[in-house]
């Protein structure tokens, strides 16, 4: 379904670009062939890691960790084509960690320890966006749709106690689509408010260096090398300010 929203908003963008009406020369020369560079604050409302995606039984293979929402901060460059058409580029790193279970046992002193398992994910999302802007709300207001590819970059990042594994490094590809009101206050300077639907996956692989490790005395088994699937599966709401000139 994605994708085929994002098919449909890239069509209308070169749709809009090739029937485009000529517009006074004055107006055309102010509002077109512009850059703009800006900034944002980010919520995504909900993020899953799979620990156990290959395992035989369906139950453990379909249980996951949910992280549920978090913040994130990223920037993005657009090139002002014309009044209604636009190209840009996004790029935000999306990072979450969090307690996720805990390891119980004795230390050499007769103390039982909770030892904690951290688990979440580092990931880069850089995007390809067309936008196409509404015609209503005059000069100081643009409401625009927006969509196109993305590349994504991440790993998984676990720890048992004191020790941290090695995650391999995973590359993806997706599609985003995106809705958006932006409302220019001065000639150069504006701010943004955006929903996008996307749905970041990838799998990897963590490995610890060693067979086990101690935490506040308590000796604790590592496991073997660990296969996950990473899915940021909820809608972002970003909230930005953007320079244009």
């Known amino acids: 379904m994605k994708f085929a929203v994002g098919i449909f908003l890239l069509l209308s963008f070169a749709s809009a670009r090739g029937q485009e009406i000529p517009q006074d020369p004055v107006r055309r020369f102010l509002r077109t062939e512009r850059f703009q560079i800006g900034g944002f604050g980010d919520f995504t409302t909900s993020a899953r890691l799979y620990p156990a995606p290959r395992d035989e039984d369906p139950i453990i ?52 320890v909770g030892v904690p398992v951290h688990d979440g994910f580092n990931l880069w999302l850089f995007e390809l966006n067309g936008y196409f802007s509404v015609p209503i709300g005059g000069d100081s207001w643009d409401i625009y749709l927006g969509g196109g590819p993305a590349l994504y970059l991440g790993k998984r990042t676990l720890e048992i106690g004191n020790a941290e594994a090695s995650s391999t490094l995973a590359t993806a590809f997706g599609i985003q689509a995106a809705a958006g009101v932006a409302y220019r206050f001065t000639d150069h300077w504006g701010i943004r408010w955006e929903m996008k639907f996307r749905s970041p996956e990838f799998n990897t692989t963590s490995t610890f260096n060693s067979a086990y490790t101690e935490y506040q005395g308590a000796r604790v088994s590592l496991p073997p090398p660990l296969s996950a699937k990473m899915n940021v599966n909820g809608t972002d709401f970003t909230l930005g300010a953007f320079y244009e000139f």
């Open 61 to 112: 293979r379909s249980s996951y960790n949910d992280f549920g929402g978090f913040l994130s901060f990223g920037g993005d460059a657009r090139l002002i084509l014309s009044s209604s058409n636009a190209i840009g580029l996004t790029v935000q790193p999306l990072s979450m960690k969090q307690v996720v279970n805990n390891i119980y046992g004795y230390n050499t002193s007769g103390e039982y």
